[in-house]
């Protein structure tokens, strides 16, 4: 039988209405985007991105406070849980829904989230990740393509969403069958939507439709960039990593709007990480002017999908309406 939306394993095992989470975007993803994202009948995921204290308690208050508690969880970036986990403890304490990790080994923190009772999601960029991702007891697995927004995996690395998430549909039928799989890269509306579910998704993590909205916390003059970017209009690289001081691993790099300093150093990157002095200064004086022709602003290809800045709930009104008339639901 052909998928639809209302056949979701995903939407029934967490009580949703529509097969759609929230990514955890850093410094995005605050607690009123997750809250409303709840209320639509999503699954609405804080991103507590680098594990800020302070930041994490404040937003995932808010989402508690304004959410549907069952509907809300909070998301991490791995490599810096290593370094301080004292957010992802707090998280815990709260007994969220779900707790998605992303970029790193999850098995050092799988004892902890399954003592807490929250659902353990993990994104993968490759095939190779998963058995470490199931050992640590994740229930679903976010398979990520290279067109996503944010962080991801580079060029020699990363893979495309439309293979790679049938090819992960497939795997996960054959050795871990109750395994959830969502989709995340490119997913933006309801043909977005509907393509996943037909790929054999149980449902998309959604990150720059949900971002371009009015709840998300990105600056007003990002989201305006965002309305006059076509899909062309994002790139791949550290330049933003080194340029921000953000020392991330590889293989992991990062999509966002190729603007005017990002092509300045694009074709120079080892110059740029030898010496980054003139291009963070530069940098720091686009964040502090609000010039995001210096800033970045991080979406991903999908922000050709994107064409107004509606609220949340509009926004998976939309998603879930066409991918419903779509799928024949
Ligand atoms: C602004 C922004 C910030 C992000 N921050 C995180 C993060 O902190 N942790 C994470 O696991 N993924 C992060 N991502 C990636 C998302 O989890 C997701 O893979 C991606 O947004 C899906 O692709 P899409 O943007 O095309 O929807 C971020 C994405 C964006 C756009």
């Known amino acids: 039988m052909a998928p639809t939306l209302a ?40 991103g507590g991105g680098y594990g800020d204290l302070g930041w994490t308690q404040r937003e995932y208050g808010l989402a508690l406070e304004h959410g549907e508690r069952e509907r809300i969880g ?11 986990a004292s957010a992802l403890d707090w998280v815990l304490e709260q007994r969220p829904r779900a707790l998605m990790l992303s970029f790193g080994d999850p098995r050092p923190y799988a004892q902890r989230i399954a003592r807490s009772g929250a659902v353990l999601v993990f994104q993968v960029q490759r095939l190779e990740q998963v058995p470490q991702a199931l050992e640590a007891g994740a229930q679903v697995i976010v398979a990520q393509g290279g ?30 069958p109750d395994t959830l799989l969502l989709a995340a890269g490119g997913v933006a509306d309801g043909r977005t939507l509907a393509a996943v579910r037909l790929l054999g998704a149980d449902g998309a993590l959604v990150g720059s ?52 300093l990002h092509r ?23 964040v502090q002017q609000g010039d995001f022709e210096r800033a ?32 024949g639901d």
Not at 14 to 43: Q, R, V, Y
Not at 74 to 84: A, N, P, S, T, Y
Not at 264 to 286: C, F, K, M, Q, S
């Open 7 to 46: 056949s979701s394993r995903f939407s029934a095992r967490f009580g949703l209405a529509t097969p759609i989470a929230l990514a955890p975007m850093a410094l995005a993803s605050g607690g009123l985007l997750a809250a409303a994202c709840s209320h639509a009948g999503a699954l609405g995921l804080v």
């Open 74 to 84: 909070c998301g991490f970036i791995v490599w810096k849980l290593d370094e301080d």
């Open 147 to 176: 067109e996503a927004g944010g962080h991801g995996m580079d060029g020699l690395n990363g893979r495309a969403t439309l293979a790679f998430v049938p090819e992960l549909a497939d795997w996960l039928a054959a050795h871990a």
């Open 209 to 260: 439709r949900l971002w371009a909205t009015a709840e998300s916390l990105a600056a007003p003059g990002a989201k305006q960039q965002a309305l006059r970017t076509t899909g062309d209009g994002t790139a791949r690289s550290s330049v933003f990593d080194i340029l921000r001081r953000k020392n991330w691993p590889q293989p992991y790099d990062f999509r966002a709007i190729r603007n005017a």
């Open 264 to 286: 300045e150093w694009e074709n120079r990157i080892d110059e740029l990480r030898a010496n980054p002095a003139a291009g963070r200064a530069a940098y720091d004086a686009g």
């Open 296 to 327: 970045h602003a991080t979406v991903g290809e999908a922000v050709g999908l994107v064409r107004d800045l509606p609220g949340a709930a509009e926004a998976i009104a939309r998603m879930d309406r066409q991918a419903r008339a779509l799928l």
